[in-house]
């Protein structure tokens, strides 16, 4: 009774703990706080690993709001976490994201020079 009382309080344990992997860079710079209130330019597509960039949407480099962050998982994968150390996005899944609101002059540079797209935090799993 005490065994299975132990692997299930483990089991509880490990679906509640945070994402274990190595952290990996991402780019960011979009703001946190802002997003459309509609019609926002978007793009859709499978998020993917990308070697350089950390992620990107069918080879679209993406570019996250400021404070995410970037695990690798075991399995492979990047989650994106956000400021709070959430999961919000994990690459092997199709998403919707929308263009980030008012991009500031230092985003617009980052932009160009990475082709990238910059997501505000109003995105949503198609999956």
């Given amino acids: 009774m005490r065994a299975t009382l132990a692997v299930c309080a483990l089991a509880m ?6 994402p274990v992997g190595i952290q990996t860079a991402l ?8 997003c459309w209130a509609g019609a926002e330019p978007h ?3 499978l998020l993917l690993v990308d070697a350089r960039y950390g992620t990107s949407l069918d080879g679209v480099p993406v570019i ?9 998982l075991t399995s492979g994968e990047v989650a994106v ?11 092997g899944k199709h998403y919707r994201l929308a263009s980030a609101y008012s991009p500031s002059a230092e985003l617009a540079d980052l932009i160009r020079s990475t082709d990238a797209f910059a997501t505000s935090p109003c995105f949503q799993e198609l999956d």
């Avoid at 344990?13 to 945070?18: M, P, V």
């Avoid at 780019?27 to 802002?34: C, I, M, Q, V």
């Avoid at 996250?64 to 690798?72: A, E, K, L, N, Q």
């Fill in 13 to 18: 344990l490990a679906a509640c703990s945070e």
């Fill in 27 to 34: 780019l960011t710079g979009s703001d946190p706080r802002a």
């Fill in 43 to 45: 793009i859709e597509g």
């Fill in 64 to 72: 996250w709001p400021t404070g995410y962050s970037g695990i690798r």
């Fill in 81 to 91: 976490l956000d400021q709070e150390g959430k999961v919000v996005a994990t690459t």
